[in-house]
């Protein structure tokens, strides 16, 4: 069973969250709290796996109160919910570094019903809450009660990966070291902030020209204009949002912004990238598997690929991709993952090179970038 702590200051979104956690099997709301002050002492007073933090409250915020979690030493994993504003992405990856989980951005605009509401707060995070236990995305069905979820089940069931899809799995397993690579492509979900500021530390001294890195998070619209920031600011590299059309140029990373794919491109003789709306993938957007296919196409077997932390099976297929094109593969190892959902899809689908903890993998792109 697994026991939820609600804690957020309006009593209409505690309950919209409430509702929303209603359809998973062996989950209990066990309690509520306004601000974070009550928040710790029920926690102290009951046992909980998993709360949902609300940023703005009274008396104790968010970012206070995972502070004081982690400083009285209680185990227990924080998905935090934020606005989809300027302010509230940098409040949310603050979060994130200071330790909570993973991140929902609260549904926006006022003409939504209490029905809508709940809704849109069940899709974004009934599968974050899941990552959390052993019910993998892709045994979601399972996991949930089937008479009150059918429209979240039917928005995520395609998620799942068959194994028998995977053309590389029998490729032999390429040294990294060995190669020369053109572009740097980084796929990465919940652990993804706090794991690429650890990569990019390693990045400070790295002289220009470099080759091209680019990034799919799995996040919001602003968060990740926010992330490009804290990457530029660590790294003092050329760090930026990407935008549609735009040249593909050396000593540049590019961040997928949120709700768009991005794909790559070539026209006469120009790598470009191509920002689009197309349906979610893996029930998000934007998706790694674009961008790895993508990036295969072009770049053929001078493609790099990382796959970072992450909930569900994204990648999974585009690692696939640029190993059959010739390129290769680095997965972020178990132990060192917030999750292993991403990585671990294509570890189960052997579809990687080689596989280790976050300053192996830094080592790795570094030692290629030059």
Same mark, same amino acid.
């Given at each position: ?31 509520? =709290? ?27 915020? !968010? ?36 330790? =909570?989980?993973?991140?929902?951005? $609260? ?132 760090? $930026?949002?990407? *935008? ?21 491109? $070539? ?37 790099? !690929?990382?796959?970072?932390? !992450? ?6 297929? !585009? ?34 090179? *080689? ?16």
């Amino acid at each position: 069973m697994i026991k939820v702590l609600v804690v957020d200051d309006s009593i209409v979104f505690r309950n919209q969250i409430k509702t929303s956690l209603e359809v998973v099997k062996d989950l209990e709301v066990v309690g509520t =709290a306004a601000n974070g002050k009550i928040a710790l002492d029920k926690l102290q007073q009951m046992s909980v796996d998993l709360i949902t933090l609300d940023m703005e409250m009274p008396e104790m915020g !968010g970012i206070e109160t995972i502070k004081e979690i982690k400083k009285r030493g209680i185990k227990v994993r924080i998905i935090v919910f934020s606005s989809q504003t300027f302010q509230g992405a940098q409040k949310a990856l603050e979060a994130i570094e200071e330790g =909570a989980d993973d991140v929902v951005a $609260k549904p926006s605009g006022d003409h939504m019903s209490f029905e809508q509401a709940a809704n849109a707060i069940q899709t974004a995070l009934i599968p974050k809450v899941l990552q959390f236990t052993n019910s993998r995305i892709l045994n979601l069905e399972s996991s949930l009660v089937n008479e009150k979820s059918s429209n979240l089940l039917e928005s995520l069931k395609n998620s799942h990966v068959a194994s028998n899809k995977f053309k590389s799995s029998k490729i032999e397993k390429r040294k990294i070291g060995t190669l020369d690579f053109d572009a740097v492509l980084i796929a990465s979900s919940t652990g993804g902030p706090p794991a690429l500021e650890k990569i990019f530390h390693h990045f400070r001294d790295l002289k220009t020209p470099h080759k091209p890195i680019l990034i799919v998070q799995h996040m919001p619209p602003i968060f990740t204009t926010i992330l490009a920031k804290r990457l530029k600011e660590i790294s003092n590299l050329e760090v $930026k949002e990407a *935008e549609h059309g735009e040249l593909i140029k050396e000593s540049t990373v590019y961040v997928a912004p949120g709700d768009f794919h991005m794909e790559i491109k $070539k026209k006469e003789g120009q790598n470009y990238i191509d920002l689009n709306k197309n349906s979610q993938r893996n029930s998000v957007r934007p998706a790694a598997d674009f961008l790895f296919e993508t990036g295969s196409s072009v770049y053929k077997n001078r493609c790099l !690929g990382i796959v970072l932390t !992450g909930m569900g099976e994204d990648g999974a297929c !585009g690692a696939d991709a640029i190993r059959d094109g010739g390129g290769a593969i680095v997965i972020q190892n178990k132990e060192s993952c917030v999750v292993f959902g991403m990585p671990g899809a294509v570890f189960e689908a052997n579809c990687f090179d *080689e596989i280790g903890d976050l300053d192996f993998i830094a080592q790795k792109i570094f030692s290629k970038l030059k």
